[in-house]
């Protein structure tokens, strides 16, 4: 079997790592973690010897010798997917809207992602949400609602967006996060849903491990409170 180690960011920040770091732990394909702390000295220089597009998280395989990078979080997932297709809905169709929600979260939410960056230590943070922030955050709601009553609907036992645990909780961890930290007030049938991926062992120990970290990004660190 080949050689696997996954490059990660801080805990504390860095929600594509997160995400990555999820589907493995939850592949039960063996791999081993490295940690490039961002915004330290020399961290961009540390990546790029990495991989040439200088982001993490990055997965490393090594395989008869050669060395095989890939370099963008959902291509890491369905690595790991092609080795525990469980990590996708069995459903044919059902897998291709747990897909197609995965690419929205890759692809969209800018205004929630630049006003509410993750920050896993922070609790109690206050950021007057504009209307682009709102919009982010009733379309994630949405999407929530619709993943999980369509998985009742469709007679699946688990309480997860696709019945069972998926690549598409995965994806919408870092978000769980972020709600949590700033506060959201969402919808209250979704909390249960909310306190689910919260209380995943997987989450809880990146959260545990997030809080151990002692690095600051200044930038990251929005809504301080006077108190």
């Not at 490393?60 to 790991?80: K, P, Q």
């Not at 922070?122 to 955050?137: E, Y």
């Not at 996060?177 to 120990?205: E, I, K, N």
């Amino acid at each position: 079997m080949p050689h696997l180690t996954l490059i990660l960011g801080n805990r504390n920040y860095s929600s594509w790592s997160l995400r990555a770091w999820l589907v493995a732990q939850h592949s039960g394909v063996s791999f081993a973690e490295e940690r490039i702390a961002l915004n330290q000295p020399g961290y961009q220089e540390a990546i790029k010897a990495r991989s040439k597009a200088a982001r993490v998280p990055i997965l490393e395989v090594r395989d008869e010798g050669r060395l095989h990078t890939i370099w963008d979080s959902l291509a890491i997932a369905e690595y790991f997917a092609e080795q525990n297709p469980a990590l996708w809905p069995h459903d044919l169709t059902l897998r291709a809207i747990a897909r197609s929600v995965c690419a929205e979260m890759h692809s969209s939410f800018p205004a929630l992602r630049s006003a509410l960056p993750m920050n896993c230590r922070a609790r109690n943070r206050k950021v007057a949400l504009s209307s682009d922030v709102r919009q982010d955050i009733e379309r994630i709601q949405a999407i929530w609602r619709e993943c999980l009553a369509l998985s009742a609907n469709s007679g699946l036992e688990g309480k997860w967006l696709f019945g069972e645990w998926s690549i598409a909780d995965a994806l919408y961890a870092p978000v769980v996060s972020r709600f949590a930290t700033y506060g959201v007030v969402l919808d209250p049938s979704l909390y249960d849903y909310v306190d689910r991926v919260s209380d995943d062992p997987h989450m809880v120990l990146w959260q545990q491990q997030a809080e151990a970290e002692r690095e600051v990004i200044e930038e990251e660190e929005v809504g301080l409170t006077s108190s």
